[in-house]
């Protein structure tokens, strides 16, 4: 049975004090209650090792934005899976299409950033999805299927296994304009498929995808509602608690 999960990105957002003093907010909030979601956060990586020593993180799974496609050495700058997995983080956002717009990231770095993290014992939360011009082309299953295949398919079922999807449509991130709950449907059913001709239905049906795109409070519960859609990265709405606590009470 997959897993549903919500998980926030706070992309370069919050200093230090700001991100710890949210994780234990979001910790007491969620203290006794019964959730039908796993919660993951995702911080910058100067923020893992306090927000995962403050919180207990098998109730919230910490997660960095980025890994190295490398190793370890000379990559000034750089920071690496095993670095992230060391602080007590337990997941990897990749790909997300900030990371691919502005810092060239491609399939084939980020067919290493994958391998890295599995190999490091991180989940990776794998963002994949089109832009607004490949959606009004109606190119936008093509896309996200050859994002999938180039980064994704050189995995075995195993390591795959530890692999959850996040499709945002690039038209809908941070522009207030969600996809409609039949689009999100009609996509995650799509990836379930190409999942399935690759790993095998059980495998497909195993996986989380979650949708990623101006999701909120008020259009959570209908999105979730849908068969394949899993849960949510959610961007925006993850950075206040009132914010982000009604959407991981959506399920
Ligand atoms: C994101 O960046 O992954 C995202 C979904 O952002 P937002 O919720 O702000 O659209």
């Not at 009004?136 to 050859?146: F, R």
Request: include cysteine; glycine fraction near 8%; proline fraction near 2%.
């Amino acid at each position: 049975m997959r897993k549903n999960i919500v998980a926030g990105n706070w992309k370069m957002n919050k200093n230090l004090q700001e991100g710890v003093a949210f994780a234990k907010e979001l910790e007491k909030a969620l203290a006794g209650k019964t959730l039908k979601c796993d919660v993951v956060i995702g911080t910058p990586f100067i923020h893992l090792a306090s927000v995962a020593s403050a919180i207990d993180t098998n109730k919230i799974g910490v997660s960095a934005q980025n890994c190295a496609d490398k190793v370890s050495g000379a990559y000034t700058g750089e920071v690496s899976a095993a670095m992230v997995a060391s602080t007590g983080a337990k997941y990897v956002i990749l790909g997300h299409s900030e990371r691919r717009a502005y810092y060239g990231e491609t399939d084939a770095t980020l067919k290493e950033k994958v391998l890295l993290a599995l190999e490091n014992g991180l989940k990776p939360i794998f963002c994949i999805g089109e832009v607004l011009e490949e959606r009004e082309s109606g190119k936008q299953n093509e896309v996200v299927k050859s994002q999938i295949e180039n980064a994704l398919f050189n995995l075995s079922a195993e390591q795959f296994a530890n692999i959850v999807l996040a499709y945002e449509p690039v038209w809908a991130i941070g522009t207030g304009k969600t996809a409609t709950p039949a689009q999100a449907q009609e996509m995650h059913a799509f990836i379930r498929e190409t999942l399935a001709a690759k790993f095998g239905k059980e495998a497909a049906d195993n996986t989380t995808i979650l949708y990623g795109g101006s999701a909120n409070a008020s259009n959570a519960k209908e999105l979730f509602s849908n068969p394949d859609v899993d849960g949510g990265l959610i961007g925006g709405a993850s950075l206040d608690v009132e914010k982000f606590l009604p959407i991981i009470e959506a399920f």
